[in-house]
């Protein structure tokens, strides 16, 4: 049974840095195959992208993250890693990690909180 657990978030002032981190369980040697994503959902707001990684290392980001966050992975662990540094308000929304190999799979979701 596929699981991904994350974690990192937290509450943090505008210009800080977080680092969110997703463990893949379940996934068995697929798991450097697997397309893995970062999403978030902010109140009122529908679901965005925020960041994908493919199984070559190559990386995805929205406008409005490129350039602050960074996402990696490291598949040896079964795990990636999403730095979010310069955080603005804005950037407050609960964070999704996302991983896609034959289906698609969520996890439950981290909150994330920008604030003075």
């Known amino acids: 049974q596929v699981q991904l657990v994350e974690s990192g978030g937290g509450l943090a002032q505008p210009g800080g840095s977080l680092r969110l981190s997703c463990a893949a369980s379940g996934f068995g040697n697929m798991f450097s195959l697997a397309r893995m994503g970062w999403y978030r959902q902010a109140p009122g707001k529908e679901r965005e992208l925020v960041a994908t990684?493919?199984?070559?290392?190559?990386?995805n980001y929205s406008d409005s993250v490129k350039g602050r966050f960074t996402l990696s992975r490291d598949n040896a662990k079964n795990t990636v890693f999403l730095q979010m540094n310069s955080l603005k308000p804005e950037d407050t929304a609960v964070y999704y990690c996302n991983g896609v190999v034959m289906k698609e799979y969520w996890g439950q979701g981290t909150q994330v909180t920008v604030s003075p």
């Open positions: 990684i493919d199984s070559r290392g190559d990386t």
